[in-house]
Nanobody, 116 residues
Framework: QVQLVESGGGLVQAGGSLRLSCATS????????MGWYRQAPGKQRELVAT???????NYVDSVKGRFTISRDNVKNVAYLQMNSLKPEDTAVYYC??????????WGQGTQVTVSS
């Protein structure tokens, strides 16, 4: 069964840190590009960071220098380390997995709330 399950969200004060995890099953994880997206209330879902099968990374400008995406191809897990969190980082964070010709898969999301 194909599953992407996010965890690690929660409530944190501004300046704090959280590490999100995206545990996958049922896919050839090492062949998928992994991404983290977020959606704040009333806003469109936006890309936060991506990591290719070869571990090349890309970040939206607003999180560069604060967030780090990584992957563990043995555990089949993608991570998003979030440091120096700001209230504007508050959103539901989703992971996705993409592989050409195999489509796009999404997790159910995890809430991140940053208080000022």
């Amino acid at each position: 069964q194909v599953q992407l399950v996010e965890s690690g969200g929660g409530l944190v004060q501004a300046g704090g840190s959280l590490r999100l995890s995206c545990a996958t099953s049922g896919i050839a994880f090492s062949l998928y590009a992994m991404g983290w997206y977020r959606q704040a209330p009333g806003k469109q879902r936006e890309l936060v960071a991506t990591i290719t099968p070869g571990a090349s990374t890309n970040y939206v400008d607003s999180v560069k220098g604060r967030f780090t995406i990584s992957r563990d191809n043995v555990k089949n897990v993608a991570y998003l380390q979030m440091n120096s969190l700001k209230p504007e980082d508050t959103a539901v964070y989703y992971c996705n997995a993409e592989r050409r010709h195999y489509g796009l898969l999404w997790g159910q999301g995890t809430q991140v709330t940053v208080s000022s």
